[in-house]
């Protein structure tokens, strides 16, 4: 019964999760807020429609990542192939629609396809051979670079001749009803991904186990259900999301740039931990990654207004990672 009483799906502690999640998405919100004023004050330049944009449009793929990286991290996981993961993607959309000449709907598919099958693997490795995520996923990460490379022939693939692909991301549905509200359709995407995923975390049997899982899977899995089951279909469902970003990324260069993705995963994972998703498991929101992701975003995109050379852009980015790990692990203490 004790061990019942101070489980960690208690609702004293499940109520306790929920605040510390709440605050950290409040504090992350005003960061952004903080962040937003002081490029404003140091660039009039940045508060430009156009640069508005330009951050929206930067932010629908690390931000689907982002997504991807949530449901992986809230169960105690970690993936680090979620880059080169979404380069293949691209790379087997370009196959798909460019060599084979299919259409558009089935290149779509394919890459959704290629992401989850992916993830299933990923997910086998951790759930059924017992490989540590972080050695797992870094094999998956090596594997779908070489492979990307292999596929293409190390060279980019071009969509030219598919009608459509680039409004996959470049194009506009709001902007043709709202003129002066050109919001690019990678955004409403990175939008209903986010929607769709939070739904399944807040409402769903696989949300539930997804936080149960981070939480305490001994605890779980010795209450009768399948963890591995569970842990696999969370890893595949994170890997159809990457192929959702995999379309948006090639979408936007209109190309399947084999040799891309390297890093990505790491601005998706330190998004992830600045909105509040603790690297142990069991605590999360898409809500906050998406404010992560969008403070990733507007911190390069103000760095690169006020001309601060890439060099030091890439300083900043790896320092803000730190910082993020060092805060979550000040939070972990706190509630211990």
């Known amino acids: 019964m004790t061990a019942t009483t101070n489980a960690p799906t208690s609702p004293t502690v499940l109520g306790r999760i929920g605040a510390a999640v709440a605050h950290q998405r409040v504090l992350a919100f005003a960061s952004l807020i903080v962040l937003l004023a002081v490029f404003s004050l140091a660039s009039p330049n ?11 449009q930067a932010t629908s793929v690390n931000g689907v990542l982002a997504v991807a990286a949530t449901l992986i991290i809230i169960t105690g996981g ?12 691209a790379v087997i959309a370009g196959v798909v629609l460019t060599y084979a000449g299919l259409p558009l709907p089935l290149g779509v598919l394919a ?18 051979m017992k490989i540590p995520p972080f050695i797992a996923t870094l094999g998956m990460m090596l594997i779908l670079k ?11 693939i071009y969509f030219n001749d598919t009608p459509g692909f680039s409004d996959i991301s470049r194009g506009s549905l709001i902007g043709e009803i709202l003129p002066f509200a050109p ?8 939008f209903l991904v986010a929607g769709a995923a939070a739904y399944v975390l807040q409402r769903t049997a696989l949300g539930r186990y997804t936080f149960a899982l981070g939480s305490n899977e001994e605890a779980v899995r010795l209450s009768g259900v399948n963890t591995i089951r569970w842990k696999i279909a969370i890893y595949s469902l994170a890997g159809a999301i990457v192929g959702i970003a995999g379309l948006l990324i090639a979408s936007r260069l209109n190309s399947a740039q084999p040799a891309l ?5 790491l601005e998706a994972i330190a998004a ?9 498991g069991g605590r999360g929101s898409i809500m906050g990654s998406l404010i ?37 692990m000040l939070r972990r203490r706190r509630s211990n």
């Open 292 to 328: 992560g992701a969008l403070i990733m975003a507007v911190l390069t995109n103000g760095l690169r207004v006020l001309s601060v050379a890439q060099e030091w852009q890439t300083v900043v980015t790896g320092a803000i990672i730190i910082l993020a790990v060092y805060a979550d």
């Open 261 to 265: 993705g390297l890093g990505y995963e």
């Open 183 to 190: 919001i690019p359709n990678g955004v409403l995407i990175l």
């Open 272 to 280: 992830v931990v600045i909105g509040g998703t603790s690297l142990s």
């Open 146 to 156: 070489g492979m990307s490379l292999i596929i293409s022939g190390t060279r980019p």
């Open 111 to 128: 890459a959704i396809g290629a992401g989850a099958a992916c993830g299933f693997c990923s997910g086998s490795f951790i759930a059924r």
């Open 78 to 89: 970690i993936d680090l192939s979620l880059g080169t993961m979404m380069t293949f993607t």
């Open 46 to 56: 940045f508060m430009q429609m156009s640069n508005m944009i330009a951050i929206l």
